[in-house]
């Protein structure tokens, strides 16, 4: 037994169904983990008195309930999940009643005591603190004892909605409570104060279990009980929610559900004030209101291991979670790791910075991986949802894609979030975005200009507060895709073109620049900078950037003033020191994005403006190879025509980009990987296309990214890909065979079969980027790393390719399933020992020895 645990009774069993979503909290520092029940079947944890969450589904009474749902009861059928959730609505009314009695248990001896010539509390202090609990109780047994036999004797014609109208009639009764909620508390404090007796008596209070369950008393404190009632009417409420979810309309249960629902919603807002948890569940003992501003995920380095925490700033304290592990049919709760007093609270000066730890950041083709996995988890998803019997199958697909997820929400940050306490400990997470560490800075540095006093917590405040967390929480799911309902809108796919054009509104000189972010997988990512612009008030970008969209469905831009003086931050460290100057979001309305034209709109940061256009292309259409129309040019002419025309072996475009990035790029942070401008790419892209003369001034003149670009532009744009249509199958089936010398054999037998022009210029640019992985340590680009970038760009077929393809209806679908194939096709040549063209054309039958 626990003191001042709010913690509900284990219930016998129960059951999973993948139609209730409501629990996806079952997280731990280091993934996702599966609560098993003693038979190893998988279930979902029970969850009980959270006004979050809808009632996980379990049978009153500790009846054993089979893990699976029973025959003919399929998720869906509407009358049997009614009768579903109302049996697990009416397990936890049990214990809620139960929960009453323990408070009303000491009420009568307290009250005789006070007329005798001992008393512990006078008549006035036990009225107030007990104020209204007898009423609630008797409503409540009364509204158990009417339920309790309809669910035993079931039928599709039962009628419940007429009792849940008459208990939402009564919650006038709540009314009364709510109001004297406050004084009740801190009546009850006063009193354990002055008095051993009652303090005793108020941090030992019995629940008894449900019936039927052995030994399952637990213990509680008179305040974590007194809130009860408060958080009963929200549970009320959202069982009703569910109930209607599940009452055909022409039943007649539904008028009187929505009639009860109707009632408990107003009553609900008309005393919001009063009844916010976030107000009255965590008043301190000094009677103060503590309220929660603010609460999220993020991952903590602990120990230099990723922890996933959940973390709640309240208006004093900064408090860091994460979720116990729980046995089935315990109420999940949350186990405090650290707090820290908002005055005791300091943000890393650069000055006295300590070493930081190492942070293992992982290589960009593992997190690419992972999200080409759940791509194709997620269109797997779909195709199974319109097969007749897919429902299971779903069901398993979800869960894998889940723990996909969240191992990708766990080592994807990489921005560093450090807070210090004052006396001397400091704490270090790991933000995905800098827009996200800029909001809870700015949070935090909000409330600590309100003059806070700092406070220690003992043990029992602590748990109290923790316990509460639960149910305060405004962030209930771990920020992943799979969490969100396929009716909701899925996000976009494909490429956002963003034009930032310029900003104004600044009070001084500065040197500027903006970074756009968005969210892909749940989290926030960067995606572009542009140019500093330096010394100005107004500064005119006119830059644009094409950003790969994940099913994102919002954009974010950041503006700072560059600080030139990083002498002191280690880069690997990815701390950016630059000032954020305003930071500002745009929604993603799929209707206004994806028309052809441009669309205007401004963004506004803290009395700035920043004027930006975007347009979206689908990746469908992204992907399509079109053949240029004027044959004159590079960009989309067939590559044999190009070296035709220049009478060389390999496109003059090729020669030159790949000279200039060895000369220049070879030791740039993510080259190839991070986007040029687009208007620098179209302004090369148009010069190689006309010959234009100076086309060498303007390459040594050009930002090395934009020429990286320009030359992934040209592969993606070839009318048909470098390593053709015709072979693209045999390379596919090439790759997977598992014998390597006759994956040896086949793979070089296929470079053999392409066209001179094609294979000269595939050989050439394979030793350029064996030549740029050679800077690994220096330019962060691994051989994997360039085969994700190239691979699809040299191999993916044309669009007359697509549509011969049978089992597969878009685009879109060859890319998640091949574009793993496609990488490990390029990484395949990358890794093996140079290939030389005259050694290939000389054997006629390809042989290795070192196989």
Known sequence: TTSGAMCPNPLSSCLSLSDFNYTTDGYEGDGPEDVKSQDGSETMPFIDESPTMSPQLCTPHGDAASPSPPEGLLPGKGLEMKKLVLSGFLASEEIYINQ??????????????????????????????????????????????????????????????HLFQKLASQLGVYKAFVDNYKVALETAEKCSQANSQFQKISENLKVKGPKDSKDCTTTNTMEALLYKPIDRVTRSTLVLHDLLKHTPKDHPDFPLLQDALRISQNFLSSINEEIDPRRTAVTTPKGEARQLVKDGFLVELSDCSRKLRHVFLFTDLLLCAKMKKTSVGRQQQYECKWYIPLADLAFQTLDDSEPSPHVQVLPEHEIEEIKIKISVLKSEIQKEKKAPKGQSRVDRLRKKMNEQESWLLLHSPTIPFRIHNKHGKSFLFLISSDYERAEWRESIQRLQKNDIQSCVLSSVELQVLTSSCFKLRTVHNIPVTSYKDDEETPGLNGFLHVIVRSAQGFKESANLYCTLEVDSYGYFVSKAKTRVFRDTTEPTWNEEFEIELEGSQCLRILCYETCYDKSKISKDDNEIVDKIMGKGQVQLDPTTVQSKNWHMDVIEMNGIKVEFSMKFTSRDLSLKR??????????????????????????????????????????????????????????????????????????????INAIAGTLKLYFRE??????????????????????????????????????????????????????????????????????????????????????????????????????????????????????????????????????
């Open 100 to 161: 009453l009695e323990a408070l009303l248990l000491p009420m009568r001896p307290l009250k005789a005591a006070a007329t005798s010539s001992q008393p512990v509390l006078t008549i006035q202090q036990v009225e107030t603190i007990f104020y209204k609990i007898q009423d609630i109780f008797v409503i409540h047994k009364e509204f158990y004892d009417a339920l309790y036999p309809h669910i035993q004797q079931w039928d599709e014609k039962v009628t419940v909605g």
């Open 718 to 851: 070839l009318p048909e890909p470098l390593l053709t249509d015709r072979l693209y199958p045999a390379f596919m089936e090439g790759i997977a065979l598992s014998d390597p010398a006759a994956k040896e054999n086949c793979m070089m037998h296929l470079l053999r079969s392409l066209p001179d022009p094609n294979l000269i210029t595939f050989l050439i640019l394979l030793e350029h980027l064996k030549r740029v992985a050679e800077k690994e340590p220096i330019n962060k680009m691994s051989l994997h790393n360039l085969a994700t970038v190239f691979g699809p760009t040299l191999l993916r077929p044309s669009e007359s390719e697509i549509a011969k393809t049978l089992s597969i209806t878009t685009a879109s679908d060859i890319w998640s399933h091949d574009v793993m194939a496609q990488v490990q096709v390029l990484l395949y040549y990358l890794q093996h020992p140079p290939i030389s063209f005259a050694e290939l054309k000389r054997n006629t039958l390809y042989f290795s020895t070192d196989v």
């Open 626 to 703: 079109t053949p240029s129309k004027k044959q004159s040019g590079v960009f989309g002419v067939k590559i044999n025509v190009v070296t035709k025309r220049e009478r060389s072996k390999v496109p003059y475009i090729v020669r030159q980009c790949i000279e200039e990035v060895e000369k220049r790029g070879i030791d740039e942070v993510g080259i190839y990987r991070i986007s040029g401008v687009a208007t620098d790419i179209q302004t090369l892209k148009a010069a190689f296309d006309t010959n234009t003369k100076d086309i060498l001034v303007m390459l040594s003149d050009m930002d």
